[in-house]
T-cell receptor, first 112, second 112 residues
Framework: DAKTTQPPSMDCAEGRAANLPCNHS???????VYWYRQIHSQGPQYIIH?????ETNEMASLIITEDRKSSTLILPHATLRDTAVYYCIVRANAGNNRKLIWGLGTSLAVNP | SQTIHQWPATLVQPVGSPLSLECTVE??????LYWYRQAAGRGLQLLFYSVGIGQISSEVPQNLSASRPQDRQFILSSKKLLLSDSGFYLC???????????FGSGTRLTVV
């Protein structure tokens, strides 16, 4: 079973910020939070990951709560091309745990 | 940066026929390689992973097999396809020192 829970769907207006939540209450101390997105009929695309500090890159920002039990992916200015399924995954970066366990993600619809 | 070549993009095969899907990776050496399957409306299910040439780990009992004859080549095979083998097959790579997984564009297999 996936170690994360996400809302099945969200809507966002074009140009506005999209805030996608993720709960990972059983996360272990050595597990990172990864976000990927999958545009219809394509392979998933890596977006961002973090351990406990907030992270930002050219695609998005990742806000992780202090207790690390939840996080939010922020797309600051959503465009129509950001319409996709967004997956939140927790995974250790070391050791024999090389698997990503995928849930159903959040289907984000960016509307004009 | 890593690039994954996966082909074909779509495939329609009769029940009982053999299968061979190939994945090649560029831009990294000694990557961990993965085969995933995604059923319609579902998350990704890990089928096989490989940490090196000739090293294959199977995650679920199934009608498929995998091989890694070269460092950057990963092959998914079946001797006799079943209807339940239909799905979207994705190859992924995680190179040394790379943050996220890189996915191929996928093969949509329909067994008829």
């Amino acid at each position: 079973d996936a170690k994360t829970t996400q809302p099945p769907s969200m809507d966002c207006a074009e140009g506005r910020a999209a805030n996608l939540p993720c709960n990972h209450s059983t996360i272990s101390g050595n597990e990172y939070v990864y976000w990927y997105r999958q545009i219809h009929s394509q392979g998933p695309q890596y977006i961002i990951h973090g351990l406990k500090n907030n992270e930002t890159n050219e695609m998005a920002s990742l806000i992780i709560t202090e207790d690390r039990k939840s996080s939010t992916l922020i797309l600051p200015h959503a465009t129509l091309r950001d319409t996709a399924v967004y997956y939140c995954i927790v995974r250790a970066n070391a050791g024999n745990n090389r698997k990503l366990i995928w849930g159903l993600g959040t289907s984000l619809a960016v509307n004009p | 940066s890593q690039t994954i070549h996966q082909w074909p993009a779509t495939l329609v095969q009769p029940v009982g026929s053999p299968l061979s899907l190939e994945c090649t990776v560029e831009g990294t050496s000694n990557p961990n390689l993965y085969w995933y399957r995604q059923a319609a409306g579902r998350g990704l299910q890990l089928l096989f992973y490989s940490v090196g040439i000739g090293q294959i780990s199977s995650e679920v009992p199934q009608n498929l097999s995998a091989s890694r004859p070269q460092d950057r080549q990963f092959i998914l095979s079946s001797k006799k396809l079943l209807l339940s083998d239909s799905g979207f097959y994705l190859c992924a790579s995680k190179g040394q020192g790379v943050s996220g997984y890189t996915f191929g564009s996928g093969t949509r297999l329909t067994v008829v």
